[in-house]
C-alpha cells in the first residue's frame, strides 16, 4: 500500500510538473513569436534608415557639386573683373561707361514701371472680327 500511494503521489507530482511545463512552453512560443516580430519590425526599420541614408548622401552628393559649379562660376567672374578696372576705363573712356551706365538704367526703370503698372492685371476685352 505503501508503494500505491507512494506511485499514486509521484505520478500527481509529475502531471504537476507537466502542466507547469506546458505552461512555460506556451508562454516560451509566445514570447518567441513577439521577438521575431519585434525584430522583423526593427529589420525593416533598419532597411528604411539605410535607403533614407543613401538619399541623404545622394542629395548631399548632389549639392556639393552645384556648389562646386557656383564656385566656379564665382571665380570666373572674379578673374572677369580682375581683368577689366572699371575705374580705368571710365577715366579712359567716359562716354563709354556712361552709355553703359544709361542703358542700364533704363532698363531697369522700365521694369519698374511694368511691375508697379496699376492695369497690369485688367483683363483684356476680346473683340470678335468677324
Excluded: C, K
Excluded at 556648389?67 to 577689366?84: G, P, Y
Amino acid at each position: 500500500m505503501a508503494s500505491v500511494s507512494g506511485s499514486y503521489f509521484y505520478i500527481n507530482m509529475q502531471r504537476a510538473q507537466l502542466a507547469q511545463l506546458e505552461v512555460e512552453l506556451q508562454t516560451s512560443i509566445s514570447n518567441q513569436q513577439v521577438l521575431e516580430s519585434t525584430i522583423a519590425q526593427q529589420n525593416t526599420q533598419m532597411q528604411e534608415q539605410l535607403e533614407n541614408q543613401r538619399q541623404s548622401q545622394a542629395r548631399i552628393t548632389e549639392l556639393s557639386e552645384a556648389n562646386d559649379e557656383a564656385r566656379q562660376e564665382v571665380t570666373e567672374m572674379r578673374n572677369t573683373f580682375a581683368r577689366h578696372d572699371l575705374n580705368n576705363l571710365a577715366i579712359a573712356r567716359p562716354g563709354l561707361i556712361e552709355g553703359v551706365v544709361n542703358r542700364g538704367t533704363a532698363a531697369v526703370h522700365q521694369q519698374f514701371i511694368d511691375l508697379t503698372n496699376p492695369r497690369q492685371f485688367d483683363e483684356v476685352p476680346v473683340t470678335d472680327t468677324e
